[in-house]
């Protein structure tokens, strides 16, 4: 089983369409948890922190849930802008062998 | 301020010969990371750093890829002899707090 796991879509969204991303994670003493956003032929750029409590940034909103190690994206009112691969991220106990999922890829559409 | 900082962009090799890539991180970061992005197997860790010593290594595909760090501010990852299927995109990235800031990448095609 692969340490952290992603659904790799394609997702195809229109324009203004609200989209969820899941991730699951296998090691239960992970400790620190991200989302990072990678454009065509670019590299990975950090999205944002996963907090216990849940955090919004803007129209983005991460979640995190402990008992089911599951952390999840939702992006409200999607633009053209957002068309990228969203890759969750876990940082293993100790904090800093960090791993990436293998990315969901999402395209939005005018 | 400069970003962490990768040579080649660009490499081309035949297969057996030796690669060397190179990476410069972000000046006060006291970690490094290299990964590898292929199609099939998305974004691996190799291998990372912390204060130049090598902490985990266990990503590290076989003896022919080996990574230095002889100071703060360099890290090469060697590939000796170069095969086919090593061809791929490596990144390093550097960090003083979890949060991982990438290089450009080189992007290797070994034939």
Sequence with gaps: ?110 | DAGVIQSPRHEVTEMGQEVTLRCKPISGHDYLFWYRQTMMRGLELLIYFNNNVPIDDSGMPEDRFSAKMPNASFSTLKIQPSEPRDSAVYFCASTKNEKLFFGSGTQLSVL
Excluded: H
Aim: hydrophobic share 35%; aromatic share 12%.
């Design chain 1, 1 to 110: 089983r692969k340490e952290v796991e992603q659904d790799p879509g394609p997702f195809n969204v229109p324009e203004g369409a609200t989209v969820a991303f899941n991730c699951t994670y296998s090691n239960s003493a992970s400790q620190s948890f991200f989302w990072y956003r990678q454009d065509c032929r670019k590299e990975p750029k950090l999205l944002m922190s996963v907090y216990s409590s849940g955090n919004e940034d803007g129209r983005f909103t991460a979640q995190l849930n402990r008992a089911s190690q599951y952390i999840s994206l939702l992006i409200r009112d999607s633009k053209l802008s957002d068309s990228a691969t969203y890759l969750c991220v876990v940082n293993g106990a100790g904090g800093f062998k960090t791993i990436f999922g293998a990315g969901t890829r999402l395209f939005v559409k005018a």
